[in-house]
């Protein structure tokens, strides 16, 4: 192979690894813009969370299922059952997905952004937190939200 062919290999790959870094970027929560994005999403999850609360303070425990949040969840918000997990449709897809801890201690309200990534709600005995988890192994971390 020519050096002026090698020159022009290396330049194509090292393109295509800048090009991939950028993309697999997405929302990395480290930019101001990331986060009101985020905090964007996490205020459609608001109302939701407020439902959780309120059936744990009234009843003692968190819902068992979508019935045990008839009447309560607001205008559009639509709770439906997949197994052991309550998904909540909001009007904006993917919907969030509840899941509550063993114990019913606590629970975990998360959305899924693109493949892997996803911002999570984590609450344990009425302290929550929200989390970003970039889906690239590395596990979830805090994220400082307004939702």
Known sequence: MSLRRSILYGFFFIVLAIGAAVAYRGV???TEADRARLSGMAGEAAPIIAVLDRVRKERGA???????LAGLLPEGVLAEEIGYI???DTGTAPGWLFVAAPGG????LSRRLGEEARL???DEDGKGRWLW???DG???APV???P
């Open 28 to 30: 990395s929560a480290q």
């Open 62 to 68: 968190l819902p068992h299922g979508a019935e045990d």
């Open 86 to 88: 309550l998904r909540f």
């Open 105 to 108: 201690h606590g629970y975990e």
């Open 120 to 122: 999570l709600y984590q």
């Open 133 to 135: 988890d970039p889906g």
């Open 138 to 140: 590395t596990g979830p």
């Open 144 to 146: 400082d939200l307004d």
